[in-house]
């Protein structure tokens, strides 16, 4: 039990006090905060059969629709297309409509990653997550969702894009975004499970902001096996590339720690071809860990084959992390490898993270409103979709671990 | 730089859009049943007129007829006389007798997710869109059974334990993958999207590994509580067996069992009368915890509480009277037994259920909303995106017939002795 279940407020919801706002509006979702809503009894077209047939969950989802317009297309993923748009009431206030694309290939009605997205993101409420406005369905089924719009591209596309320079200042501030953001996720007890570059998109504001929650789920009873196939590759920590079905958040700061490294190196950390590639990409670098660094390994289910007769390798020294990344001083080198031990007991949690002297010591990370930016976002995105097609320069070949039906 | 429940608990969809105050709730689902009996009977008008229309060209077929709720029995008597035809009023549900219905349902769901060997998490959820969909939603417009199941499967998806819907359906006797995927659309839509529900259960977990330590003397305090965990430890061992009760001293190992005991009762409350009830609409997932607890140890609950919040605290004692409130409420579920329930009284309490829910069952079949009764077809429709409800033209009306009469017979089986094929546990 946590801190004080018991103060838990008497759950009168939000906006009692507003007489004419009652029930309908509430249920009204999201984000119907500017609209006046008729009492609920009162005649209205709801209580007429003159509805159309309407059932009254159809016209609050209408409603929600109505609330935002649609305009051209913004991008195209594996499982979406995103398209542009405003509020209504609004056109300064932009959005980004996400369709979520059916599945013909998947035979069990909504999707798993629209569930995900949608269970997830309904819940997380903070400045470095993107939020979720509202959703609806349209005549043909689709799901939108109407995320806040992020128009300077993402974290990959970012430190690929040359013509921009950046420092240890820079590095921090993004750093410190996401790390906040996957903090909070932890303490919502949501585990990510794709944290990577280009899941990290940009506000107009240079506000980094953790998105794509396709792949999320939360944490796991004790003793409840969860897919070990989950994480884009290179960004995938070692207990699930030995098979671990039992983990918590470290999953997702070792994923943290491969995206800062990228953001100083301004190239992949750990990019290997294979699962099995990845595994010896890493131990090159951090050593194949004995039953004593890691008590318990020699019992995950692909460690036999990996590791059993493998010959042993040492961790590189500090030397070696000095000269690949000397953007981060050795207190960011030491935060890095504190995020990257392989044991994932070992390993920092968020809130440790965000506790790490790095932070504090000189750079102070740049402010938000200083940091170096992608000058035209929707042009870059552009570009993007062209870079879709080589995939497996970002280690995106790995869209099985999407399609698996299990949690 | 820790988020407590309650700070979790605020920002949840759950507290932002599915908690209402009592009032609040009856207001809306006397909207609900209002707009639904309308429907239905402009519904059945609208058929009876159709009806007529053709009895004055050729003769409606007698299925023709047992297609209209109210027919059946000859309500209306309007054989061959055109005018006569939907004089009389359908005679709809009233909002306690919906909600009679949806505990039935949930009820059911209890037992679907026992039959198909869920955990208790994806049965709680099922449970509770079932209570959230029905809000927005009359029994009489859609019927429990194809809901329910379809419910269950999107929890089982939201849940993690997502199972083909191919060897979903197989579960069950009759049942087709597109029947358990019809209303996901429907349904998701009147969740608002939410899919997430906060449970109980684990702070209940919490609050035992908790009493564990107490017990053992390594719990450590908060920073206002002066006392040592031995002291605690000391203070647990003599709490009396019920409210009032004289001080005991139970051993270690003895109140460990007091323990297990309390939680298996507490668990076993918020598995049936917690879902089964409207607690989750009205109370946080701590309090409806802290008030199953309540009703397994009395005075064990009060000595946490007053861990957690200072007795002296103007915020202890309400918190006791929001955790009474809410052990009342749960205690009053049929479902809740204490120890001087009799098997007798609880059969008697069943039977009467029984008797009353059947006689709900079969006033349904009188007002159902004959446009929404097969939800395969309705998806159909409302995937080519043309047919409005209403609309639907003499010919498909027709072709609909026969698959209507087929989910009728279904939607009777569902109340019977049931569970699906090969049922053995
Ligand atoms: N909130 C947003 N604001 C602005 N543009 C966005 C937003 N979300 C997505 N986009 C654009 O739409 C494109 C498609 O987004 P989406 O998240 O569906 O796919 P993706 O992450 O690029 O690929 P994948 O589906 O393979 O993960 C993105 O590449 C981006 O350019
Ligand atoms: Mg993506």
Known sequence: MAVSPVLSPKPNPPGTKATTNASKAKALAILNHSRSVSSPIAPSAATTPGDGGQDLAEQMNDEVRRQFVSGSRLGEGTYAIVYRGHFRSDPSKLVAIKKMKLNAEFKDGITLDSIREMRHLCELDHPNIIKLYAVFTTKDQNISLVLEHLPRGDLEGLWKDHSIMYGGADIKSWSNMLCQAVWFCHESRVLHRDIKGNNLLIAADNTLKLADFGLARGFADPGRPMTSNVITRFYRPPELLLGSQHYGGCVDIWSTACVIAELALRDFFLPSETDLAQLSVITDVFGIPTETDWPGISSLRHWEVNFKSAAPKRPQPLSFWRQRLPLLGDDGIDLLRGMMAMDPAKRLSAEQVLKHAYWTNYPRPTKKEDLPRQGDGEKKMGEDLKRAGGELESGRTDKVARKLNFG | ?425
């Not at chain 2, 060997?117 to 019927?143: D, G």
């Not at chain 2, 006797?173 to 969740?191: D, M, R």
């Not at chain 2, 309400?318 to 009284?345: F, G, P, Q």
């Not at chain 2, 109340?415 to 699906?420: A, C, D, N, R, T």
Request: hydrophobic fraction near 35%.
């Open chain 2, 1 to 425: 730089m820790k988020l407590t429940e309650d700070d979790l608990y605020r920002r949840s969809s759950q507290y932002k859009h599915w908690c209402f105050t009592p009032s609040k709730l009856a207001l809306l689902r006397q909207k609900t049943n209002i707009q639904a009996s309308e429907r239905v009977k402009a519904n059945v008008a609208r058929q009876r007129a159709q009806r007529a229309k053709n009895l004055d060209t050729t003769s409606a077929s007698d299925s023709e007829r047992a297609n209209t709720p109210g027919v059946e029995n000859g309500a209306d008597g309007a054989s061959g006389n055109g005018g006569a035809v939907g004089d009389k009023e359908v005679d709809c549900l009233t909002v306690a007798e919906e909600m009679r219905l949806v505990d039935k349902f949930c009820e059911t769901a209890l037992e679907l997710g026992n039959f198909i060997k869920v955990p208790a998490e994806v049965t709680a959820t099922t449970i509770q869109y079932l209570r959230r969909f029905y809000l927005y939603n009359s029994p009489m417009t859609y019927e429990g059974q194809n809901i329910a199941r379809a419910t269950m499967f999107i929890a089982c998806k939201t849940e993690g334990w997502h199972i083909p819907s191919s060897d979903y359906a197989a579960k069950f006797a009759n049942v087709t993958q597109e029947q358990v995927l019809a209303p996901e659309h429907l349904i998701i839509q009147a969740l608002r999207f939410n899919l997430e529900v906060r449970h109980p259960f684990r702070g209940l977990k919490g609050a035992h590994v908790e009493l564990g330590e107490m017990v053992k003397g390594t719990y450590v305090p908060l920073e206002w509580d002066k006392r040592t965990g031995t002291q605690i430890q000391s203070e647990i061992l003599k709490l009396p067996k019920r409210a009032g009760g004289a001080p005991m001293n139970l051993s270690e190992s003895d109140f460990r069992k007091r323990l297990e005991y309390d939680y298996g009762v507490a668990s076993n409350i918020l598995k049936t009368s917690a879902q089964l009830t409207d607690t989750y609409f009205h109370y946080t997932p701590s309090q409806i915890m802290l008030a199953a607890h309540l009703l397994a140890d009395e005075p064990l609950t009060l000595f946490l509480l007053a861990t957690k919040v200072p007795p002296p605290s103007p915020i202890y004692s309400k918190t006791v009277d929001t955790i009474r409130a809410c052990a009342a409420k749960l205690s009053s579920h049929r479902s809740y037994t204490d120890s001087s329930t009799s098997l007798e009284d609880k059969e008697a309490r069943d039977k009467k259920e029984k008797a009353e829910v059947l006689a709900i069952i079969k006033k349904l079949r009188q007002c159902r909303d004959p446009d929404k009764m097969d939800l395969v077809k309705l998806n159909e429709a409302h995937k080519r995106d043309a047919v409005h409800d209403g609309e639907l033209d003499e010919r498909k009306a027709k072709r609909r017939r026969l698959d209507r009469e087929n989910a009728q017979k279904e939607a009777d089986e569902f109340w019977g002795p049931e569970l699906p094929k090969n049922g053995a546990k």
